[in-house]
């Protein structure tokens, strides 16, 4: 198994940034798909974005693409989600996941998952 500790979470003004970070331990983690979803409160989990081991396939859902990067240092097994130019519709609790195999964009698709971290974007 893998554990999975996200950070970097906070309360920032509409049109600010954040870089969320997960640090994973526990098993080797260039061999993981990696990514972040994202949870508001009332509503379901959704998908975020997908890197996979050597980071040459990245995903992003719709809403966050051009505004979100995903991207992952294996030296350090550390994964990374730079969001700028927040909206107030992303807040939400974000977390990383991370997938033995090719996880794809479901989160059924993950083994492991983090705590999570709070992101709220003010208005």
């Known amino acids: 198994q893998v554990q999975l500790v996200e950070s970097g979470g906070g309360l920032v003004q509409a049109g600010g940034s954040l870089r969320l970070s997960c640090a994973a331990s526990?098993?080797?983690?260039?061999?993981?798909?990696m990514a972040w979803f994202r949870q508001a409160p009332g509503k379901e989990r959704e998908f975020v974005a997908r890197?996979?081991?050597?980071?040459?396939?990245?995903n992003y859902a719709d809403s966050v693409k051009g505004r979100f990067t995903i991207s992952r240092d294996n030296a350090k097994n550390t994964v990374y989600l730079q969001m700028n130019s927040l909206k107030p519709e992303d807040t939400a609790v974000y977390y990383c996941?991370?997938?033995?195999?090719?996880?794809?964009?479901?989160?059924?698709?993950?083994?492991?998952w983090g705590q999570g971290t709070q992101v709220t974007v003010s208005s």
């Open positions: 890197i996979t081991w050597a980071g040459l396939t990245l």
């Open positions: 996941a991370a997938s033995r195999s090719l996880g794809g964009l479901g989160q059924s698709s993950y083994d492991s």
């Open positions: 526990g098993r080797s983690f260039s061999v993981y798909t």
